[in-house]
């Protein structure tokens, strides 16, 4: 399995507050990714990273940031948290490029739930 | 936005059975990913298909993609109670880190 965890596994939090999410590799990845998973909707893109300090907008990135100081983490704020941010969280990476494989791994996932 | 639809949602099969999921894409493919999901865990990597006509397994799993119909199809042979779980596609047209995922076959294996 792929060095990947998150942290927290599960949390609850109240509508209205800041959470932030954490993502770890042991992987020396290039690529990480945060989605989101939602019954009906899938899974879906919120941010991804290239690179330390270089990020992009994936397809559901409002109410949402994300920040990679380091290789190996990436962090995913909500900025005032809301129901409708209730979901599984997963963050994935992948190294792709010098003809190796695009696959990307995913981690555990956390469930938040925002009451 | 490339859309997938997956079909069909969920297929309930006894231990033994043949069985195909189907990945159709609203656009050209240029490369398929399927994964394999448990319940409440994350996705495991299954393969990837690049090329139209390609096909691969994995197991008693295999996967082929057909790009005239801008679709893939997952066939398990001799289905086991280890293959239960929720089947994605993905797609990544606008280059390999933006992959749209499909929303999922659910797969349950009565022994």
């Known amino acids: 399995d792929a060095g990947i965890t998150q942290s927290p596994r599960h949390k609850v939090t109240e509508t209205g507050t800041p959470v932030t999410l954490r993502c770890h590799q042991t992987?020396?990845?290039?690529?990480m990714y945060w989605y989101r998973q939602d019954p009906g909707h899938g899974l879906r893109l919120i941010h991804y990273s290239y690179g330390v300090k270089d990020t992009d907008k994936g397809e559901v990135s409002d109410g949402y940031s994300v920040s990679r100081s380091k290789t190996e983490d990436f962090l995913l704020t909500l900025e005032s948290a809301t129901s409708s941010q209730t979901s599984v969280y997963f963050c994935a990476i992948s190294d792709p490029g010098g003809g190796s494989s695009y696959e990307q791994y995913f981690g555990p996932g956390t469930r938040l739930t925002v009451t | 936005s490339q859309e997938l639809e997956q079909s069909p949602q969920s297929l309930i099969v006894q231990e033994g059975k043949n069985l195909t999921i189907n990945c159709t894409s609203s656009?050209?493919?240029?490369?398929l990913y399927w994964y394999k999901q448990k319940y409440g865990e994350g996705l495991i990597f299954l393969m990837m298909l690049q090329k139209g006509g390609e096909e691969k397994s994995h197991e008693k799993i295999t996967a082929k993609l057909d790009e005239k119909k801008q679709q893939s199809s997952l066939h398990i042979t001799a289905s086991q109670p280890s293959h239960a779980g929720i089947y994605l596609c993905g797609a990544a047209p606008g280059g390999y880190q933006k992959v749209t995922f499909g929303t999922g076959t659910k797969l349950q294996v009565i022994p």
């Open positions: 992987e020396n990845h290039r690529y």
């Open positions: 656009k050209t493919l240029y490369g």
